[in-house]
């Protein structure tokens, strides 16, 4: 009988996670998260096929991003749902400086995708794809880069009142249909709250910088009416005005084609963009100087002249 034990349990001993059906290992894996079900990809051999399961990328990216319901990914490719997943998950790091363009280079991309949820309190209130046609509008390409989830105009979306900012979380997917390129547009946590006193808004900000240019991605609420008015996304350069479309379609793209942070991401975005906003503050502040003390020169200049001609008239 003691033998027998032993023969039974070494039997149970040697049944591992291999030894489930496939289907069953699917189950399991579609309940895993992103990086989790990519470490496990790495694990074995026998696992990298199970974690490769498109069905299993695709559910998880749809969990992640139901806007992406109405906004397939690009590329219509097997693995589209791990590759926008690798993509768009994580925060994109600063871009190289671009190199100047070769002749036969593609040129920017001429159609942008928005995937944008926001959620408060962990429940979906807004999941919206817009679509931004850059190569239809000869207007897009020559004003301030801006995309709007939700405008003013719009009915806004009522939250329990007063709203708590750090309870909102946003994700702005950028996809770019021709190339199959994502990029996640902003951070998941606010990086900053500001007030507009005069109006009583709040604008909750999910921003991510790249050297002098900052994605902007924005919510506009009232806090004590627990009303959101407003969600966009706009690109800002280190002197706080709107960079054009032009040109914030050539950062997404050398974004997209860059490099992307690893962990504590979200910290060191929070971190990144305070020290931009002090920057652009104190830029402003020297400039505001300069111009006090080259005004001052004017008025100096000015009432030596008046006063000459004060002088010239007594004496003549």
């Known amino acids: 009988m003691a033998s027998a034990g032993a023969g039974d349990a070494g039997e149970a001993a040697a049944t591992g996670i291999e030894d489930l059906p496939a289907d069953v290992l699917a189950l399991v894996l579609r309940r895993l998260d992103g990086p989790s ?9 026998a696992f990298r096929g199970l974690a490769a399961d498109p069905g299993a990328w695709r559910a998880l990216c749809l969990a992640l991003w139901p806007s992406l319901l109405a906004a397939a ?11 926008l997943f690798a993509d768009a998950f994580p925060l994109p790091a600063l871009p190289p400086p671009a190199p100047a363009p070769a002749p036969d280079a593609p040129g920017l991309p001429a159609r942008l995708v928005s995937a944008v949820d926001l959620r408060y309190g962990g429940a979906l209130v807004l999941s919206r794809a817009v679509e931004t046609d850059a190569a239809a509008s000869r207007w897009f390409l020559g004003a301030p880069f801006r995309v709007d989830a939700l405008v003013v105009q719009e009915r806004p979306i009522a939250l329990p009142a007063p709203v708590a900012p750090a309870e909102l979380a946003l994700s702005w997917v950028l996809l770019d249909p021709a190339s199959g390129r994502a990029l996640s547009a902003s951070t998941r946590r606010p990086v900053r709250v500001d007030r507009r006193w005069p109006t009583g808004d709040t604008v909750v900000r999910f921003a991510v910088v790249f050297g002098d240019a900052v994605l902007d991605a924005a919510v506009t609420c009232d806090e004590r009416c627990g009303r959101v008015s407003e969600v966009s996304l706009c690109v800002e350069d280190a002197e706080g ?10 950062l997404v793209a050398a974004a997209m084609a860059g490099d992307r942070m690893g962990r504590g991401a979200e910290a060191e975005a929070g971190k990144r963009y305070e020290e931009f906003v002090d920057a652009r503050a104190a830029r402003k502040e020297r ?12 008025s100096g200049v000015g009432a030596a002249a008046f006063l000459g001609f004060l002088v010239m008239l007594t004496f003549r």
């Open 37 to 45: 079900l990519a470490a496990l990809g790495c694990a074995s051999a």
């Open 73 to 83: 990914p690009g590329g219509g490719v097997k693995d589209q749902y791990r590759r």
């Open 241 to 250: 005005g709107g960079v054009s479309g032009r040109d914030g379609l050539a």
């Open 287 to 298: 400039k505001a100087r300069r111009e006090g003390i080259v005004d001052l020169c004017c």
